[in-house]
């Protein structure tokens, strides 16, 4: 018999189905709650115990520490795997033979276009703005260029979207940078891998040949693999809930970008360098940082520390942490925030205000340091996470689609003035 849940309200007793995922996580099934009940609804601001959805893209324990993308271990899709691979199986659930990832490939180098009148939208931002706004408000502005809706019922209407999107996609990531840094557009290199491109997109001075290093590419693939997907955190919910509107892929990844762009999600990374930075500059002293950190009256937090459901270690943290290492070493850099970064890591972990709170470094707490080796500039890097998070928005918004879901509308307890007379402006 499967099992149930009964909630007990005003005396009667209300049954749900649980469900359970194929790794053993069970939910109460609470559809009919609010119907069958009398209007009892769920109340979880932060959504921290509330499942938005069934999927079959990304499996992560906190407790244990693990992340899969559709069954694979992170740390083998890491060392073996491209980025486009990874992009393919997130998006279509399994991984692609040669010929499809050429045929994928091939693909997106004709599509990789962006329309010229898009230059003048850049034109419009100072070179001040930040890159993630820029970003977000370009993806929005494909949308004039490619108007047409997707038809979620063709399978190659649905393929065409996402080909376009991971073709323009590094287009734009490219030009914010270079609009920021005063250097002409390019459109990259098509004899090139992805990856590759990317960086020849971004780096490339008019005057000069740009070599792609190996070290440098290898770096940025398994960074990009790490950011892929991550399950229904701030910025994929987002996605999913404004596509649930039937709102089309370029306007539903944009408002992804702006979830990722907070300091509390995608925007740690430049937070943590910014920290990193600023605690070296006051003299290297960790122990009054972590002070700071633990001070209620002070609004300061160990920015890279804490995850809303990791709650042991991060395992993207513990690959990047030994990359790091490595990267650094390969390309010959030494810099000092590293060791800061150490340090505070190593008396974070054994203090009890982190422990007793299972607040563990994040896949952020390094990745900037690596960014930082490679040359990509601070205010970039939550650029770069979104460059890597875009295959897992695009799969979530795919899935959503594909299944039909519902329109995202939570509900909500009213706790304002109950019904009151208009008052007159002379009388207020
Ligand atoms: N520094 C100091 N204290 C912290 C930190 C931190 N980084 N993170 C959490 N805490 C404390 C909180 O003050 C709270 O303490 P209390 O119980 O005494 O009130 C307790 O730990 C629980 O924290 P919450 O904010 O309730 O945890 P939540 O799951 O809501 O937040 C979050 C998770 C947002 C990641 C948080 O840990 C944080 O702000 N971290 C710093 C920002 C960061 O690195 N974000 C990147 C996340 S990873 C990503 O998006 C890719």
């Given at each position: 018999m499967s099992k149930k849940a009964t909630i007990e309200f005003d005396g009667k007793k209300y049954e749900f189905p649980i469900v359970v995922g194929t790794e053993n996580e069970v939910a109460i099934q609470i559809k009919s709650l609010r119907g069958d009940t009398g209007g009892l609804i769920t109340l979880d601001p932060g959504y921290?115990?509330?499942?938005?959805c069934e999927s079959a893209i990304t499996f992560l324990n906190g407790e244990e520490g693990i992340l899969r993308y559709r069954g694979y271990a992170i740390e083998e899709l890491a060392d073996n795997a491209s980025f486009l691979e990874v992009a393919y199986l997130l998006i279509f659930g399994e991984l692609p033979t040669q010929q499809q990832l050429d045929k994928l490939y091939a693909d997106i180098k004709r599509e990789s276009n962006v329309d010229e009148e898009m230059k003048k939208i850049l034109d419009?931002?100072?070179?001040?703005?930040h890159p993630m706004g820029v970003l977000s408000s370009l993806t929005s502005a494909l949308i004039a260029f490619n108007p047409s809706a997707v038809n979620v019922d063709s399978e190659e209407d649905m393929y065409n979207a996402i080909i376009k999107l991971l073709a323009k996609f590094p287009v734009l990531v490219a030009w914010t940078l270079r609009k920021r840094q005063g250097q002409p557009l390019d459109y990259g290199?098509?004899?090139?891998g992805y990856v590759e491109n990317i960086l020849k997109m971004m780096?490339?001075?008019?005057?000069e040949n740009y070599e792609v290093d190996p070290v440098v590419a290898s770096a940025l693939n398994k960074l990009l693999i790490l950011h892929a997907d991550h399950e229904q955190n701030c910025s994929t919910s987002t996605v999913r809930i404004v596509g649930s509107?039937?709102?089309g892929l370029f306007a539903s990844i944009s408002a992804g970008i702006s979830a990722l762009w907070g300091p509390l999600h995608g925007g740690a990374n430049q937070a943590v360098i910014e920290m990193l930075e600023g605690i070296k500059q006051d003299g290297g002293d960790t122990k009054k940082y972590m002070k700071k950190a633990k001070d209620?009256?002070?609004?300061f937090r160990l920015m890279g520390f804490g995850h809303r459901v990791y709650k042991n270690f991060d395992p993207r943290a513990k690959i990047i942490k030994k990359s790091a290492d490595e990267v650094l070493g390969k390309l010959g850099v030494q810099d000092p925030v590293l060791d800061i970064a150490k340090g505070l890591e190593k008396e974070a972990l054994e203090d009890s205000y982190f422990v007793d709170r299972k607040l563990y470094p994040n896949v952020d707490f390094y990745s900037g340091i690596i960014y930082r080796a490679l040359g990509?500039?601070?205010?970039m890097f939550t650029v770069m996470f979104a460059l890597g998070r875009l295959p897992g928005w695009i799969a979530q918004w795919r899935e959503m689609r594909l299944k039909k879901e519902p329109i995202g509308r939570p509900r909500q307890v009213y706790t304002g003035e109950n019904l009151r007379s208009f008052k007159p402006m002379e009388n207020r």
């Amino acid at each position: 018999m499967s099992k149930k849940a009964t909630i007990e309200f005003d005396g009667k007793k209300y049954e749900f189905p649980i469900v359970v995922g194929t790794e053993n996580e069970v939910a109460i099934q609470i559809k009919s709650l609010r119907g069958d009940t009398g209007g009892l609804i769920t109340l979880d601001p932060g959504y921290k115990n509330t499942g938005s959805c069934e999927s079959a893209i990304t499996f992560l324990n906190g407790e244990e520490g693990i992340l899969r993308y559709r069954g694979y271990a992170i740390e083998e899709l890491a060392d073996n795997a491209s980025f486009l691979e990874v992009a393919y199986l997130l998006i279509f659930g399994e991984l692609p033979t040669q010929q499809q990832l050429d045929k994928l490939y091939a693909d997106i180098k004709r599509e990789s276009n962006v329309d010229e009148e898009m230059k003048k939208i850049l034109d419009g931002f100072p070179k001040s703005a930040h890159p993630m706004g820029v970003l977000s408000s370009l993806t929005s502005a494909l949308i004039a260029f490619n108007p047409s809706a997707v038809n979620v019922d063709s399978e190659e209407d649905m393929y065409n979207a996402i080909i376009k999107l991971l073709a323009k996609f590094p287009v734009l990531v490219a030009w914010t940078l270079r609009k920021r840094q005063g250097q002409p557009l390019d459109y990259g290199d098509s004899s090139l891998g992805y990856v590759e491109n990317i960086l020849k997109m971004m780096f490339k001075k008019p005057s000069e040949n740009y070599e792609v290093d190996p070290v440098v590419a290898s770096a940025l693939n398994k960074l990009l693999i790490l950011h892929a997907d991550h399950e229904q955190n701030c910025s994929t919910s987002t996605v999913r809930i404004v596509g649930s509107s039937h709102a089309g892929l370029f306007a539903s990844i944009s408002a992804g970008i702006s979830a990722l762009w907070g300091p509390l999600h995608g925007g740690a990374n430049q937070a943590v360098i910014e920290m990193l930075e600023g605690i070296k500059q006051d003299g290297g002293d960790t122990k009054k940082y972590m002070k700071k950190a633990k001070d209620k009256n002070d609004p300061f937090r160990l920015m890279g520390f804490g995850h809303r459901v990791y709650k042991n270690f991060d395992p993207r943290a513990k690959i990047i942490k030994k990359s790091a290492d490595e990267v650094l070493g390969k390309l010959g850099v030494q810099d000092p925030v590293l060791d800061i970064a150490k340090g505070l890591e190593k008396e974070a972990l054994e203090d009890s205000y982190f422990v007793d709170r299972k607040l563990y470094p994040n896949v952020d707490f390094y990745s900037g340091i690596i960014y930082r080796a490679l040359g990509i500039p601070t205010e970039m890097f939550t650029v770069m996470f979104a460059l890597g998070r875009l295959p897992g928005w695009i799969a979530q918004w795919r899935e959503m689609r594909l299944k039909k879901e519902p329109i995202g509308r939570p509900r909500q307890v009213y706790t304002g003035e109950n019904l009151r007379s208009f008052k007159p402006m002379e009388n207020r």
